[in-house]
């Protein structure tokens, strides 16, 4: 109850318009000043960001305007490509104006709209009517390049922003190649499509859009959930029955151990948070599912937003000729998210500086809060635990029917605060997070990508704030790297910059040890003393009582 004071001190919650603040507004003066920021902002994330191609063109005649307007001008003459690219040239053009890198042998021309899909690849009616219902209307960078280079049977090597739309990048070809590959009159002819992803809630998440890409259409798909595994195990059902199936590495293994599943017909395999299956902790799982996709035609794809030079290498070696694609810059964070890097001093700062961005109407739901371990986020659930504010926890510790809950409840908007680990750092995708706080600076540069990309998504705007203390110096360097890649360079001060340098093994290392935290609470030293006083003394007085009832006795 006392964090409930201190967090919304200054602060009114108000369930259906979120947390406003009644104090500490800003001056008029200030309050331009903000708005002015946020305007300049905003139109900035939109003016780079545009990956859906549905924002409207501003049309105010004002000074930066005008300067846009010419700088619009100066690209529609030189960049604007054709909508259906044709020659090579058009490719040229659209690749400039998207910020992609396509590299390898004979790379297929994208497509400039799905409806260029008929012609050029007799697309499924049904499959694209899908598509438009369910609003795909037009595609984005990464679906233009990736669907006709896997479409023209090739491997691919895919790099794009978190939130840009990877899944319907793979999920449409494949769901294209095979129906038009289904073996006539064969049923049960066994699976032929394999989706891995690193963890239950984003195959689940796949799973849901694959489902609305194959109504209507005579495919069965699967999730490999604990049932469906139970029952594949106990032979009530084959494996065979199955067109398209979409598993976590571990759980596929330990059918694949017992002989009962095949995987030897599998044409398309994809690896979706690709760098994620190929780390330490993954990789030995991912090499053993590889092994057993046996087909010599089989297609590989794998997809991330972050995939360093190592995990390229190795894609290269289990690949045949792939074609990489790269969507803006390597390894940097989506540009709709706004970052920033907050230095809270110590680990009590932290809780202090969430309650000052409570008061600033800084601390507008839905938000997500990550930190490094099970400990700490459940510790922070408990300081967070109060009435009103809606907040919960997801963690590894937790049931896979209780994570489903929790995320069901929180994209409801039943909940306002979604508190979690790295567990819930990839692919899964949120619609509408405001914010993401790093409580703790994580890990690595990868990490960070993928955590603050839980928001910015789909081409709407987001922020992400990083919290760091004077411990965190080694951590910070990577950071602001990615900020820099980003150009978000609003977001950190030059004295952070300077703050350590690692070499490659210090990276490695600290990638894989949790760093030591002071424990999570915002009781004072003294308060703390005080209680235990009180404790001594109650406890002391218990003792005299019991003596003296001895004593009758
Ligand atoms: P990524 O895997 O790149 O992180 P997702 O595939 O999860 O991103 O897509 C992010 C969001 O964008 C999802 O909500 C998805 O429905 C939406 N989206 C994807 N493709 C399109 C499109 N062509 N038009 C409109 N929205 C799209
Ligand atoms: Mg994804």
């Known amino acids: 109850m006392d964090i409930f004071r201190i967090l919304s001190r200054g602060a009114s919650l108000n369930k259906k318009k979120g947390i406003t603040t009644d104090y500490a507004l800003p001056s008029s003066t200030q309050k331009s000043a903000q708005k002015h920021k946020e305007e300049t902002l905003h139109h900035q994330v939109e003016k780079e960001t545009d990956f859906f191609h549905t924002r409207k063109k501003h049309t105010e005649n004002t000074q930066d305007n005008k300067e846009d307007n010419a700088e619009d001008k100066e690209n529609e003459e030189e960049e604007i490509p054709p909508l259906e690219l044709v020659t090579e040239e058009d490719a040229h053009k659209f690749r400039k104006l998207h910020k992609s890198k396509v590299t390898g042998d004979d790379i297929p021309i994208p497509i400039g709209s799905f409806q260029d ?11 694209l009517s899908n598509l438009i219902e369910a609003e795909f209307i037009e595609p984005t960078s990464i679906q233009c390049e990736s669907i006709p280079i896997t479409l023209n049977n090739r491997d691919l090597i895919a790099c794009a922003p978190t939130g840009s739309g990877k899944t319907l990048a793979f999920l449409i070809p494949l769901v294209q190649q095979i129906l038009q590959s289904k073996p006539s009159g064969t049923k049960n002819y066994g699976i032929r499509g394999l989706i891995i992803s690193p963890t239950n809630e984003l195959a689940i998440q796949i799973f849901q859009t694959l489902e609305t890409l194959v109504r209507g259409k005579k495919l069965n798909i ?6 469906l595994a139970n029952k594949l ?3 009530i059902i084959k494996s065979d029955k199955y067109d398209i199936l979409v598993t976590t590495p571990l759980r596929l293994i330990d059918i694949v151990k017992q002989g009962n599943i095949n995987l030897s017909k599998i044409e398309q395999l994809i690896i979706d948070e690709a760098d994620k299956l190929f780390d330490h902790g993954f990789v030995e799982q991912t090499d053993e ?7 010599p035609t089989i297609r590989k794809s794998m997809f991330s937003a972050t995939i360093p030079s190592g995990v390229e290498e190795l894609a ?4 045949k000729d792939p074609i990489r694609v790269i969507i803006g810059h390597k390894e940097a964070a989506s540009t709709t998210i706004d970052q920033k890097l907050v230095f809270t001093g110590n680990e009590q700062g932290k809780l202090l500086a969430i309650r000052q961005m ?3 109407g800084e601390f507008k739901p839905p938000i997500i809060i990550f930190l490094q371990s099970i400990t700490r986020a459940k510790a922070l659930f408990h300081e967070l635990l109060y009435d009103k504010l809606n907040v919960d926890v997801i963690h590894a510790e937790r049931t896979p029917k209780q994570r489903e809950e929790v995320i069901k409840r929180f994209k409801n908007g039943d909940i306002w ?4 680990t790295d567990v819930l750092a990839r692919g899964v995708d949120f619609k509408g997070v405001n914010l993401v706080i790093n409580y703790d600076v994580p890990q690595s540069a990868q990490a960070y990508v993928h955590r603050i990309g839980r928001t910015g998504r789909g081409g709407k705007s987001g922020r992400a704030v990083t919290f760091f203390t004077k411990e965190d110096d080694q951590l910070i360097k990577p950071i602001i790297n990615v900020m820099k890649q980003s150009d978000c360079h609003d977001g950190y001060s030059g004295w952070m910059e300077n703050m350590a340098k690692l070499s490659k093994n210090e990276k490695k290392n600290i990638k894989h040890h949790e760093m030591e935290r002071k424990k999570i609470s915002t009781v004072p030293k003294v308060v703390k003393q005080k209680r235990k006083q009180r404790q001594d003394m109650i406890e002391a007085s218990k003792k005299r009582k019991q003596m003296e009832t001895q004593q009758q006795e």
């Open 289 to 295: 599912i590889l092994t057993h996709c046996t087909l």
């Open 358 to 360: 409570i008061q600033q």
């Open 222 to 227: 699967a999730i490999l959930s604990k049932q």
């Open 417 to 420: 605060v979604l508190i979690t």
């Open 316 to 319: 290269h070696s289990i690949m």
């Open 117 to 127: 899909l008929i012609g050029r690849f007799q697309i499924d009616k049904k499959l």
């Open 233 to 235: 195990n106990n032979k």
